[in-house]
């Protein structure tokens, strides 16, 4: 990977370490479907200096936390493996079920699961001869390098077992192949996690059970079927009375017993297999055995694992296929199709046009239309939601109704975290001219804002006084501290909600409302202390919270998993106005300057934070932006450095290859990757201004359907030609830093003349920066 320096002054890109280009022509084309690697994600960055103080004692690097499992786009399920027990511990903050460097595995998933997969049930473990039973699991060793993964596929040898496990997935069914050795006890064992339920097995070749969560995210109902009968079997709970993580499981094994109920509810199914002998399992979930049964009959109606496979490919390969690049590095060509691969992470299908699903009440209701899991809105909000826009218009449509179907169901639209942000996917998607009732939506939108009892909090004090006090502990409020209110951050985040309520409200005519939210949308000026040029925390008296350094990183204190220094560039929607208060342009690019090369050297951790170039944290969402700044004060040649900088050393950098800042938060981070590398990134993504970068290849070509192509051509371009010299769209000379989606809507093609030294004319002019609530 190539290494790009950025030096303090003037901002220029050192030559140390540079590789020669590699061009399309210099080596053999791979399909993209071949290219993306479901590995990448799973590893944490190794790098000191790009992890700064984190992690904690105790705990592994935050890793991109996704999932090799095999699964279709947006898909329901995912035929994953599992190798953190993360009923015994929690290493990642979040419920995560796999990392790279995890030496042994406990088992495989079969379903969607929660947020990032670790919640997915039940778990599915081949073991030959001896097993524990969960929560403890027989472990087994596997070999990294028979581990192969790639778009529907996952495949990996357990030594411990001299066991092969393959996964594909359909759109609802998972099929696994376990080749075994030759053992009277080949077994396969299948359980729920802690809160149980019930498990049964039914006949010498099926096993069934419900969870014991009323609403599981699959439907809590599952069926597994295998393709030879078994030769024993027996099942296995929680022995009940126990204390807890004592006498877990083998006082409760009973062979023979074909039903049980309990805490970790389980069955074991034993076979007597020869060498190399294969055994399949194809498990569907529902909310009946009914729908599940009537699921496996449909997507997999016998037991042919490679047509399966063969499907799960064709239907990746279609949807890869419709970005083409060319030139570039072979790994920048792979983390771009690896990331494009991710970013089809979220939102899950969670239930096709005129099938039952439990809505989000538990109340089981007949779709009418495809309905989509929540978005997440403060993470994919900001930037993959618009990559879907642009490529899957029709599957925004459904995302929409499906998140208006869950606002209508519990009164409230959706948010996440400390932000509203649901209006970004309907004003973008309003903007770049999606079909859809955009006006029965905003009386949900509204509420959000307006309704102190909604999801918005502390949204009365936000209303009276314009900002979000925050309470100063009686102690250190460095990581882990999690209790406070994130005021100064919230405050920011609503501001910028507000904004889009603003241009919303405008677009429907309701001139009152527009007026209000675009007053609220200036709200963020008030958590900005001009004595010290950052935003910072008050207290209910208005007082600055003191003591303050904007380099220590707070997870709810003043700000939301950020520092001062990150926070402080949390203004997508009025960027100008933001120079304005840091003194013009000349102040705020030594700001931006600063930002970018002061080191990082907090007292407190910061789990969070990794992906450090300077105070800025790539692998967390406040400031990711920011890179992208320099194109509204006048020196663009910088943001160009920096994106190819940020994409260089915060992907992959590490000794696997498969490295990632931060979380992914479910196709986030990935989606920053392959916007950007294509050349532009939509900073603020409510409205349709898509601001430019530096392009990774040579060209690019981007499919928006309807034989519409937005195509990227960057001439002369390598890894030490990174600046902008001059640019044309459809021909036509170009030299503003953005462009619309109106300028793009019906296809286009930008050509950029890439050159080694900055073209300090180019976009640097005022009139040429892109749009913000604060005039020029």
Request: hydrophobic content about 35%.
């Amino acid at each position: 990977m190539v290494n790009l320096a950025l030096a303090v002054s003037g901002l220029t890109l050192a030559a140390a370490g540079l590789g020669v280009a590699v061009h399309a022509q210099d080596v053999p084309s791979q399909a993209p479907v071949d290219l993306a690697d479901p590995l990448v994600g799973t590893a944490a960055l190794d790098r000191q200096d790009l992890i700064g103080n984190a992690p904690p004692p105790g705990e592994p690097v935050y890793s991109g936390q996704t999932s090799p499992g095999a699964r279709l786009p947006h898909g329901s399920v995912a035929a994953s493996p599992v190798n953190n027990n993360i009923e015994l511990q929690y290493p990642n903050g979040v419920a995560v079920p796999y990392y790279y460097t995890n030496p042994t595995m406990i088992g495989f998933t079969a379903g969607g699961g929660s947020t990032y997969g670790g919640r997915a049930e039940p778990i599915i473990m081949p073991v030959v001869g001896d097993w524990s039973p969960a929560p403890a699991y027989k472990e087994a060793y596997y070999d990294k390098a028979r581990e192969k993964t790639s778009p529907g596929y996952y495949s990996v040898y357990l030594d411990t077992f001299k066991t092969q496990a393959e996964l594909t997935a359909t759109r609802w069914a998972s099929v696994m192949r376990f080749t075994f050795p030759a053992s009277e006890r080949s077994n396969v064992i299948i359980n729920f996690p802690r809160h149980g339920g019930t498990v049964e097995i039914v006949g010498d070749a099926k096993v069934r059970g419900v969870s014991e969560q009323s609403r599981a995210t699959d439907g809590a109902y599952f069926v597994a079927e295998f393709s030879k009968p078994f030769t024993a079997l027996g099942t296995f709970r929680k022995a009940p009375g126990e204390h807890e993580g004592w006498g877990i499981g083998n006082s409760d094994v009973v062979p023979g017993r074909r039903d049980v109920s309990g805490s970790y509810a389980g069955s074991y199914v034993t076979f007597k297999t020869t060498a190399g002998e294969q055994v399949l399992m194809k498990i569907a979930h529902g909310t009946s055995y009914e729908q599940a049964e009537q699921r496996l009959r449909d997507e997999v109606p016998g037991w042919d694992f490679d047509r399966v496979h063969a499907a799960a490919r064709s239907e990746w390969a279609n949807l890869l296929n419709r970005v083409q690049v060319t030139g570039g590095t072979e790994k920048q060509r792979k983390l771009f199709y690896s990331t494009l691969f991710q970013s089809f992470a979220s939102p899950r299908l969670i239930a096709a046009k005129g099938e039952q699903f439990a809505d989000t009440n538990g109340k089981v209701q007949t779709a009418t239309h495809d309905r989509y899991g929540p978005v997440p809105f403060w993470d994919t909000g900001r930037n993959q939601i618009v990559l879907l826009e642009l490529m899957e218009p029709e599957v925004v449509q459904n995302i929409m109704a499906s998140e208006l179907d869950m606002a209508r169901e519990k009164g409230y639209m959706n948010t996440s975290f400390h932000g509203d942000n649901a209006v970004f996917l309907y004003l973008g998607a309003w903007e770049r001219g999606i079909p859809f009732d955009y006006e029965a939506v905003y009386e949900y939108l509204r509420k959000n804002a307006v309704d102190p009892k909604g999801p918005r909090g502390y949204l009365a004090e936000y209303m009276k006084q314009g900002w979000i006090s925050d309470i100063v502990p009686d102690h250190n409020p460095s990581p882990p501290y999690a209790g406070g209110k994130a005021g100064a951050a919230t405050t920011m985040e609503y501001a910028w909600d507000d904004y889009a309520l603003a241009q919303y409200a405008k677009k429907l005519g309701k001139t009152d409302d527009y007026k209000m939210f675009l007053k609220r949308a200036g709200n963020y000026a008030n958590v900005f202390d001009k004595s010290i040029g950052f935003i910072r925390g008050r207290t209910a008296d208005g007082k600055w919270i003191a003591p303050f350094d904007p380099q220590e990183p707070y997870y709810n204190f003043m700000m939301k998993e950020a520092s001062g220094w990150s926070t402080l560039w949390l203004a997508p929607h009025d960027v100008q106005g933001l120079i304005g208060l840091l003194g013009g342009r000349d102040r705020f690019n030594a700001k931006l300057d600063e930002f970018f090369t002061k080191p990082y050297n907090p007292n407190g951790i910061c789990r969070d934070c990794t992906g450090l170039i300077g105070q800025y944290v790539h692998g967390n969402q406040p400031d990711q932006q920011a890179p992208y700044y320099y194109n509204w004060s006048g020196q663009p040649w910088k943001t160009q450095a920096l994106v190819r900088k940020i994409l260089d050393l915060t992907y992959g950098s590490d000794a696997a290859g498969y490295g990632y800042p931060g979380m992914d938060d479910q196709g986030a981070t990935s989606s920053w990757y392959m916007l950007s590398a294509m050349g532009f990134y939509p900073v603020d993504p409510s409205s349709q201004d898509y601001i430019i970068g530096s392009p990774v290849f040579d060209d690019v070509s981007l499919d928006m359907g309807n034989g519409r192509k937005l195509r990227i051509v960057a001439k002369n371009n390598s890894p030490t030609n990174v600046y902008i010299q001059s640019a044309t769209l459809n021909g036509k000379p170009w030299n503003k830093t953005w462009f619309s989606h109106d300028d793009i809507k019906q296809g286009a093609t930008f050509v950029f003349t890439m050159g080694p030294t900055p073209n300090k004319k180019w976009g640097a002019a005022p009139d040429t920066a892109p749009p913000s609530m604060t005039a020029r």
